[in-house]
């Protein structure tokens, strides 16, 4: 191989290797690449679970303004409140020392 051949290929394959690497390592290169699709498989997922959330409360919106029993319910568990003819019995615990 000639002296002129060889700086050819070297040349080219300085080139090529250059060109190689800003193709992986560059700005908007492979892994560049790689990172934005993780990052948006994880918005992804974060965007369905707030759309699962959304709809979770949108259902309980539309009970609490149209469901008569889950209003009671609900008034039952977070304010301890009770119905018109109900009694409350509180019993005191007298445990002996």
């Known amino acids: 191989m000639s002296i002129k051949k060889k700086?050819?290929?070297i040349?080219?394959?300085?080139?090529?290797f250059g060109l190689l690497a800003a193709i992986v390592f560059s700005e908007n290169g492979?892994?560049?690449l790689k990172r934005l699709e993780k990052e948006?498989?994880?918005?992804?997922?974060?965007?369905?679970?707030?759309?699962?959330?959304?709809?979770?409360?949108?259902?309980?919106?539309?009970r609490l303004r149209h469901d008569p029993?889950?209003?009671?319910?609900?008034?039952?568990?977070?304010?301890?409140m009770t119905g018109k003819e109900e009694i409350i019995l509180k019993f005191e615990n007298k445990e002996k020392p």
Not at 11 to 16: D, G, N, R
Not at 40 to 62: C, D, F, G, M, P
Not at 71 to 79: D, G, S
């Open 7 to 9: 700086i050819i290929f």
């Open 11 to 16: 040349a080219t394959a300085i080139i090529f």
């Open 30 to 32: 492979f892994i560049s």
């Open 40 to 62: 948006n498989q994880a918005l992804i997922k974060k965007n369905e679970k707030i759309s699962a959330e959304n709809l979770q409360l949108y259902r309980t919106v539309k």
């Open 69 to 80: 029993q889950y209003i009671e319910t609900i008034a039952r568990q977070e304010l301890g």
